[in-house]
């Protein structure tokens, strides 16, 4: 009975293996993206808001296709995020002042996803490590004293942890054979801040939402760039 199960599971993987598709693209794209959120903890603030700001990915994509439902994948790509976060007090009771927070990170991004196909749409979910290349967080402070405004600044270097994970969502139409449009989004689920004094009790965690283009530059079993098949297509 073992046998005939291990013989039924190897006849159903060379099917599978013999019908699926390589397929590799070039993956470029930009959005928003957003570090920590508007309640971060800066007591002394009667206004705190976290800004979303500029973000651009790029760089290589890979898929196994199994059949015309089901693939599974693997991006390896560039990433640039930026992030800004205000605190405020204007009261005429408590210290007037306007703190900004801005970051400049740069990553490599690894996307794992499963994803399901209908006809020219696909939805991907899985999972994202990131890790961290280069970093660059400023701070800028301007306090009300001596009735005028003193302006002060500091940057830290290695405030930002240098591995991240979360969760990823992507959909993908297919308006070619060798060409898609795409819009995915990022959910980071760890505190990507170190346990530092002025920073104490924040949680800086990335959301980020991006659309581009891919271009599928190689597919097993293509003929040529102009050739498409029901397969490539579904």
């Known amino acids: 009975m073992v046998r005939k199960i291990l013989f039924v599971l190897l006849l159903l993987t060379i099917k599978f293996t013999i019908n699926a598709q390589h397929h590799f693209s070039l993956k470029a794209d930009g959005g928003i993206d957003k570090i920590g959120r508007s309640d971060f903890y800066y007591p002394i603030a009667a206004y705190k808001k976290s800004y979303f700001c500029p973000s651009w990915r ?7 296709k199994f059949n015309n439902y089901f693939s599974l994948g693997a991006d390896v790509l560039y990433l640039s995020i930026k992030g800004k976060q205000v605190a405020q007090n204007n009261s005429s009771v408590g210290q007037v002042f306007t703190h900004t927070f801005t970051e400049e ?24 490590f990131i890790k961290l290349l280069k970093q660059k967080v400023n701070a800028k402070y301007e306090d009300f004293a001596n009735n005028g405004f003193i302006t002060t600044y500091s940057s830290w270097s290695k405030l930002i942890f240098p591995n991240d994970v979360g969760l990823m969502a992507g959909l993908n139409y297919r308006i070619h ?10 959910y980071g689920l760890t505190n990507i801040l170190r346990n530092e004094t002025t920073f104490y009790g924040w949680d800086w965690r990335i959301i980020q939402l991006t659309g581009g283009i891919n271009y599928y530059f190689y597919i097993s079993g293509s003929k040529s760039p102009g050739y498409s098949s029901a397969r490539d297509m579904d």
């Open 105 to 128: 990170l740069s990553y490599i991004s690894i996307p794992f996803y499963v994803t399901l196909h209908k006809k020219k749409f696909s939805i991907s979910l899985g999972g994202t």
């Open 58 to 64: 790029f760089g290589v994509s890979y898929s196994y």
């Open 177 to 186: 054979n060798h060409i898609s449009i795409s819009v995915s989004g990022y």
